[in-house]
């Protein structure tokens, strides 16, 4: 089998490899061959637009039946894929940065844009790569965050460099460049929710039974798990007055004592167990009757 390859600016097709034809008889299916050939030095040396490439199958007296139909390759070059690629767990997800370079440059007839496509997959995982985001290349270091992950998961990432190009109105591509080395994270949650606000204290009493009521601005953290409740007087300790979190951003003490006043501060806590600091105090008195 032998491949020739001719360009855009030089229609003289010149022959680059040949690969032994495997014998496999009528019933079995056709086993796909693969040539690499390396376009260096056209990037380096042409400006043609585009390599052209045919196959011709020849037996063995050397004889074949014509060259196959062509196929074009874009002759644009391809960024160089990051080599310092950088992973965070950040509260809002996944940090990914690197340092950018120059993009390459042209010496095509064809239009071109450079960009990066940020890859994930779950580790240890059959499911497909997915696309974080598509950049365009630029001189300066580059920072996005994945918000889209799951807690407790191990992620890998990795760039791809890709050239678009346009000949005109006539044809557009992309040509993909080597992937960068995959990096592996393990989304790990230690990252508390926000602190409560708005925490007030109002005594108030039903006939005999007496309480102090408590609220709070809701959280707005995603995972929220439930909030707990502190309260101290003077001079102590605040010790936790809830057995169970707290759903809801309302709470009332009933275990108080006349003329004592008491002092509350309220945390929030994820689902995963991370608790908040506590909030800003509220204190409230019980009169005596």
């Known amino acids: 089998m032998i491949m020739r390859r ?16 495997v ?3 009528k019933s079995q299916q056709a086993r796909a061959q693969t040539f690499k050939d390396s376009l260096t030095d056209l990037l380096r040396n042409n400006s043609a637009n ?6 011709e199958a020849l037996s063995g007296s050397g004889k074949g039946a014509g060259p196959s139909n062509p196929a074009d390759m874009p002759l ?22 690197w340092t950018q ?11 071109t844009e450079y960009v990066y496509r940020i890859m994930r997959r779950q580790a240890d995982s059959k499911q ?7 950049l365009n290349a630029s001189s300066t270091a580059v920072m996005v965050i994945d918000t889209a992950i799951e807690w407790e998961k191990q992620y890998q990432y990795w760039v791809t460099p890709v050239t678009l190009w346009q000949n005109g109105d006539q ?3 992309a040509v993909e460049g080597d992937d960068s080395q995959p990096v592996t994270i393990t989304t790990h949650d230690i990252f508390p929710p926000a602190i409560p606000t708005g925490l007030q204290a109002v005594y108030s009493q039903v006939g005999q039974n007496s309480f102090i009521d ?24 605040p010790v936790k007055v809830n057995t169970d979190l707290v759903k809801t951003p309302a709470f009332r003490d009933s275990n108080i004592q006349t003329g004592t006043r008491y002092f509350y501060s309220v945390s929030a806590v994820d689902l995963r167990g991370n608790e908040s600091a506590k909030s800003q105090e509220a204190s409230e008195v019980a009169p005596k009757q």
């Open 214 to 237: 408590l609220t709070w601005i809701p959280n707005q953290d995603p995972d929220l798990g439930g909030y707990n409740v502190y309260r101290h007087t003077e001079g102590t300790q």
């Open 6 to 21: 001719s360009t855009s600016d030089n229609p003289n097709a010149a022959m680059i490899g040949e690969l032994p034809l």
């Open 101 to 111: 370079t120059w993009p390459p440059q042209n010496k095509t007839g064809l239009g």
């Open 171 to 173: 044809q557009k591509g």
């Open 23 to 25: 014998p496999v008889h």
């Open 128 to 134: 497909q790569a997915i696309l974080v985001k598509q």
């Open 50 to 55: 585009f390599a052209t490439y045919t196959v």
């Open 76 to 97: 644009v070059p391809v960024p160089l894929p990051p080599g310092d690629l950088q992973l965070k767990v950040v509260p809002e997800g996944v940090s990914i940065s």
